[in-house]
């Protein structure tokens, strides 16, 4: 185990990723809004290192409204076939604009029209309203570039604890803690 949070990290997703599964990038997202009501939903990583965890959103979505109002967030890693799962809590902050821009415009030119096309979290009168609405919006970029939504962009979780869970003979799990105190990481053994 690496004295560096980050480094560990990096490793395990290396790992991971080098195996060949189907959304190795994925990872379950908590919020809560400022009365305490939870949610979690499943999101991409699309990049990571010291500095933190980045995925993207439509602001307006519920996990943007309650990013909004409360900024602490848990995110969970659980990587079934190594026998492992990686948690992390910090503090999430919008990233800047500029590089929410090159982000969309990286996206296929489909996922950036239904950026548009969803009004993401609020309630539709079915799947051909939403369909309706991307042949709309296809129809209104065709032959131009399409701009990025000012409601759409990317988050940072920056960390301050993060624990790597490796599962044990007999339910001896190993579980190692890094948490962040006056500016420098600890590291911390959990008994299972």
């Known amino acids: 185990m690496f004295r560096d949070p980050f480094t560990q990290f990096a490793r ?3 790992e991971r990723a ?11 997202l908590g919020t809560a809004d400022s009365s305490g009501s939870v949610s979690v939903r499943t999101v991409l ?10 995925f993207f959103t439509n602001y307006e979505s519920r996990k ?11 995110m969970l890693f659980y990587w079934p076939e190594s026998s492992r799962q990686v ?3 910090g503090i999430v902050s919008r990233i800047p604009e500029n590089e929410s821009l090159n982000y969309f415009m ?8 239904g950026a548009w096309a969803s009004n993401q979290s609020t309630t539709i009168p079915g799947r051909s309203f939403l369909e ?3 042949a709309e919006f296809e129809e209104k970029f065709r032959g131009k570039d399409i701009p990025k939504p000012p409601y759409w962009g990317g988050y940072r979780i920056i960390p301050s604890w993060f624990e790597f869970w490796q599962e044990g003979e007999h339910r001896l799990h190993h579980r190692t803690v890094f948490r962040l105190e006056k500016g420098k990481w600890t590291r911390y053994t959990l008994a299972p």
């Open 106 to 113: 990286s996206r296929p030119r489909e996922s950036q029209i």
């Open 132 to 134: 309706k609405r991307f």
């Open 18 to 28: 080098a195996r060949g599964t189907a959304y190795p990038d994925s990872f379950s």
């Open 64 to 74: 943007g409204y309650q990013l909004s109002q409360n900024p602490a967030a848990a």
């Open 12 to 14: 395990w997703y290396s």
């Open 87 to 89: 948690r992390i809590e």
């Open 45 to 54: 990583l699309k990049e990571y290192g010291p500095e933190g965890f980045v």
